[in-house]
């Protein structure tokens, strides 16, 4: 699958986003090694603690799915600049490959790529090493 393509689906699912207080409409498509897609949309609750990012709803619905080995993920934003992925989907996102490719891209196209280690260094620092000293 194409870099293009990955963008598209996540363009594609930032339609279906619940995004009525922020009106910051995001969306994500999560590539599995096995060649398949997973797509996730933000979804806004009054309760802020409550709202799901869209990268979330991509790695749940792949979970869910029996996936976990994570190749890249598209991230497309209602905004001018390419944005990435917050910090606590950063998190989640390298529970399951810290080097995975991010690929970030505004509806009308401006592309920006990163790898996860670049935007998460050192990702399990520290909360690994505890368990290990036990």
Known sequence: MSNQQLVDAAINVRSHAHAPYSRFAVGAALL????KVFVGCNVENVSLRL???AEQGAVSAAVAS???DFVAMAVVADSTEPVVPCGGC???LAEFNPDLEV????????VEKYGLNELLP????GILESFRND
């Open 66 to 68: 029996g996936e976990r």
């Open 32 to 35: 599995t090694r096995s060649g």
């Open 122 to 125: 050192r990702p399990k620092q």
């Open 90 to 92: 950063r998190q989640m």
């Open 51 to 53: 709202t799901l990012c």
């Open 103 to 110: 690929i970030t891209s505004t509806p009308n196209g401006r």
